[in-house]
């Protein structure tokens, strides 16, 4: 059964820099496509970007370009998601979650359990 | 982008009840829609993919249907169990976006 573990929550100044991490077990992850996705609190889910295997790139949604780096380390099984430049809008859950297909349809399935990021000064 | 649009944003409904929530696509996205399932505090929950296949292990009171830029979930026979957030998402671009949510609420 595959699960995703994420990194502890994290508390952020303006300005700075966060980097989540979600490690993939029970697959092998060059097999797979890690995406992220975001929730601010009592808002909705947001799609910020994955690895799409088809084009072998990394794709990020428009409003996140520029500043968020998705990253897969096969060797650890390991997804990471930094963003810069935060402020107190970024404050979310950040979720990773795998991109799943059966020919032709995807889906994200299963989610990592969050990560809590607050930005405060 | 493709935009995802949902209705109703929020509901009231009673156990037993049969309700449906729509999703509308800005443009067609043929039939790569999935729905999810999101309570409170938990991550969300894949239900429905391909707009009509149902996930393995999720009741069959659940369903969904449609294509092109139209899409319904329908849930026959409310459960407490299902008061929850509801949530669509394209699939049909790489660019994977999702509706803002439908919050199912106890009447």
């Known amino acids: 059964q595959v699960q995703l573990l994420q990194s502890g929550a994290e508390v952020k100044k303006p300005g700075a820099s966060v980097k989540v991490s979600c490690n993939v077990s029970?697959?092998?992850?060059?097999?797979?496509?890690i995406h992220w996705v975001r929730q601010a609190p009592g808002k909705g889910l947001e799609w910020m970007g994955g690895?799409?295997?088809?084009?072998?790139?990394?794709i990020y949604a428009q409003k996140f370009q520029g500043r968020v780096t998705i990253t897969e380390d096969t060797s650890t099984d390991t997804g990471h998601m930094e963003l810069t430049s935060l402020s107190s809008e970024d404050t979310a859950v950040y979720y990773c979650?795998?991109?799943?297909?059966?020919?032709?349809?995807?889906?994200?399935?299963?989610w990592g359990q969050g990560t809590l990021v607050i930005v405060s000064s | 982008d493709i935009q995802m649009t949902q209705s109703p944003s929020s509901l009231s409904a009673s156990v037993g009840d049969r309700l449906t929530i729509t999703c509308r696509a800005s443009q067609s996205i043929a039939r790569y829609l999935n729905w999810y399932q999101q309570k409170p505090g938990k991550a969300p929950n894949l239900l429905i993919y391909g707009a009509s296949s149902l996930q393995s292990g999720v009741p069959s009171r659940f369903s969904g249907g449609g294509s092109g830029t139209d899409f319904t979930l329908t849930i026959s026979g409310l459960q407490p169990e299902d008061f929850a957030t509801y949530y669509c998402q394209q699939t049909y671009s790489n660019r994977r976006t999702f509706g803002q949510g439908t919050k199912v609420e106890i009447k």
């Open positions: 979650v795998l991109d799943r297909h059966l020919v032709p349809f995807n889906w994200f399935d299963p």
């Open positions: 690895f799409d295997p088809e084009d072998g790139e990394t």
């Open positions: 029970g697959y092998i992850l060059t097999e797979l496509s």
